[in-house]
């Protein structure tokens, strides 16, 4: 039987399906946030339901700024600021939530919108069905890089290819 070499907890998936969700986004050219003043695509494990990883586009705080002040100066939400600050953030948002579902989608990923009452077009991601095709060039490149090392160290007879220093299998150190 083979032991793995951590346990596989539900949550330990989701950490490393939330790395590949960054990398992935990052890889496309998008800014990652945890949230506050930062614009970006903040990524995060779905607790206490370990459903899958969250990821939720956040405006610059600027543009948050003045949404609220648009806000507070109407508060009954009848005027026409109010009203063009409303379109334009519910614009970018089904935007990026479309942008962001759409790359996650092309990277491989089972992505879905979550959309509801209290969620703001999130996308939640569950797991990873492919890699996207730059890793997948990138895992090939390194196994192949490896496979012709391994060749080379065989052929000058290194006893042990896995160590850092590679003498001949005599064992012996050479100066």
Not at 9 to 34: K, N, Q
Not at 118 to 125: C, Y
């Amino acid at each position: 039987m083979t032991k793995e070499p951590f346990p596989a907890s539900p949550l330990v998936r989701l950490e490393v399906l939330a790395g590949i969700v960054r990398d992935e986004l990052l890889a496309a050219g998008l800014p990652l946030t945890h949230g506050g003043a930062d614009a970006g695509a903040a990524v995060s494990v779905d607790r206490p339901d370990h459903r899958g990883v969250v990821v939720h586009w956040y405006q610059s705080s600027q543009f948050s700024d003045a949404l609220m002040a648009a806000r507070g100066d109407d508060p009954h939400h009848e005027g026409e600021e109010f009203a063009a600050f409303t379109k334009q953030a519910d614009t970018v948002r089904k935007a990026m939530a479309e942008a962001l579902h759409e790359i996650l989608t092309a990277a491989g990923l089972a992505a879905e919108r979550i959309d509801g009452a209290h969620v703001s077009d999130e996308i939640l991601v569950t797991q990873r069905l492919t890699a996207s095709p730059w890793q997948a060039r990138r895992f090939s490149r390194d196994a192949a890089r490896m496979d012709k090392m391994q060749a080379a160290w065989a052929a000058a007879g290194c006893g042990n290819p896995g160590s850092e220093t590679h003498y001949p299998s005599t064992g012996e150190a050479q100066a």
